[in-house]
């Protein structure tokens, strides 16, 4: 079989598809002048606003400038408590932090990735103000139960929308189901601009207010501040481009989607494979990525961080980091998300955390392992890489001394 060479994520043959388009409206930009605002960003913010259905979006600078915006617009600050997954990109607990508030970590249902429901209501007390639920990897987080336990105990709910642009939790696009939806649009996003960008979603008009003005300054109009904001706008020339990359967003995903279904057709069962598990029910992926887990037993919750979340098969020769070099060889691009959990941060050395609390989210970080997927990727490339895994898998395990 002659090698092939597959990236984990790649942009070039979508600008092969669009490319034009969008050098058309960057052009058309660049020659009317106004770089900052105007209708591009108008059209956007409305077009952004009826695909996830709600009343208002407003573009940002980026999907973690979207969290912080949230937070403030309701008011959380210091020592205000929010809950969110141990499991997620760090800027999930970054932006808590960044306004004070303090992120008290939920553990994991290791078959999905997502925060376990049946944990939360056990971290709730009267500094608790809000929930953050993360949509991760495309997959939506149960919205019926969030939304129960925040009406339970009177809390908001910010989603973390990042990763899951027209995911849908039964007939509800995410970003819409709770009090504020916040998204990203860098450029690896199903939804991507050239460059950060980000988007708040809600249909609560006061929040709206609220955001905007937060995101230029804490000003309503010019030269006039009400309170201390950012300087957090969508540059227009994202705006032009994502308002062309709009046009192709639903295509893009449902090729995500037949991808998935390849790969869960093509790579063979092993006891040591796992596929995240799926509420087909009640959820429509979006598949910003397509992780596996690659089973570790030598986990030890006794071991330093140093060592437990080392990527370097020299280092730590776990069946994952074998696999990913042997695939690697074979020109077979992976990456691994999350290789360190937010709790195992030196940013967050002083928090002391505890560890057997989430112990599901360290030992997940040792098996994730996220193949190719991007909507472009060819069924024989899929082919190849599905071959391979499983003739690679097998050979790990023998040179492991690992027993199916």
């Known amino acids: ?24 409206a960057v052009l058309k930009v660049l020659k009317g002048g106004q770089y900052i605002g105007g209708q591009e960003i108008t059209k956007f913010e409305e077009n952004f606003a009826s695909l996830i259905g709600v009343n208002h979006a407003i573009g940002c600078n980026s999907g973690t400038d979207a969290l912080i915006l949230a937070l403030r617009a309701l008011n959380i600050g210091v020592g205000d408590e929010v809950i969110t997954s141990s499991f997620s990109f760090f800027a999930t607990a970054e932006a ?65 929308c990042a990763q899951a642009t027209c995911t849908m939790w039964e007939n509800s696009k995410v970003g819409s189901i709770g009090d504020i939806g916040c998204f990203s649009f860098f450029p ?16 609560d008009q006061n929040i709206a207010k609220k955001v905007r003005e937060l995101a230029v300054h804490g000003s309503p109009k010019r030269y006039h501040h009400n309170q201390i904001g950012y300087n957090s706008r969508l540059d227009t020339l994202q705006a032009a481009v994502l308002n062309i990359k709009i046009k192709s967003l639903a295509k893009w995903i449902s090729n995500r989607q037949k991808i998935a279904k390849n790969y ?25 990525q397509f992780v596996i887990k ?6 030890d919750i006794k071991n330093n961080y140093s060592e437990l979340f080392e990527t370097d098969f020299n280092k730590n020769n776990s069946l ?70 499983n003739i690679i898998l097998k050979s790990c395990m023998n040179e492991l001394q690992i027993c199916a």
Not at 10 to 18: A, F, G, N, V
Not at 140 to 153: D, E, P, Q, R, W
Request: charge should be negative.
């Open 1 to 24: 079989m002659k090698n092939m060479q597959i990236p984990p994520f790649t942009l070039e043959r979508q600008l092969q598809e669009i490319g034009s388009d969008i050098e058309d």
């Open 96 to 160: 808590i932090s960044a306004v004070g508030a303090n992120p008290v970590l939920v553990d994991i249902d290791p078959n999905d990735y997502l925060i376990n429901i049946d944990l939360i209501e056990r971290e709730i007390n009267s500094q608790t103000k809000a929930i953050m639920p993360v949509h991760l990897f495309g997959n939506a987080v149960n919205m019926t139960s969030i939304k129960s336990l925040a009406i339970k105990y009177d809390l908001k709910i910010i989603e973390d």
């Open 188 to 203: 690896t996003k199903n939804l991507g601009a050239a460059g950060d960008g980000g988007a708040v979603t809600t249909s």
């Open 264 to 288: 869960f057709d093509l790579l063979e069962n092993n006891s040591f494979m796992h596929f995240p598990k799926i509420d087909f029910e009640s959820t429509s992926h979006s598949w910003n």
């Open 294 to 299: 690659l089973k570790n037993d030598n986990y």
């Open 320 to 389: 994952r980091n074998l696999l990913k070099l042997r695939l690697s060889e074979k020109g077979i691009n992976s990456i691994i998300y999350y290789p360190i959990p937010i709790h195992a941060q030196i940013a967050y050395k002083n928090k002391k955390f505890s560890r057997t609390k989430l112990i599901n989210t360290e030992r997940v970080c040792t098996e994730v392992l996220s193949l190719p997927m991007f909507p472009e990727i060819s069924y024989e490339e899929q082919v190849y890489v599905s071959e391979n895994f």
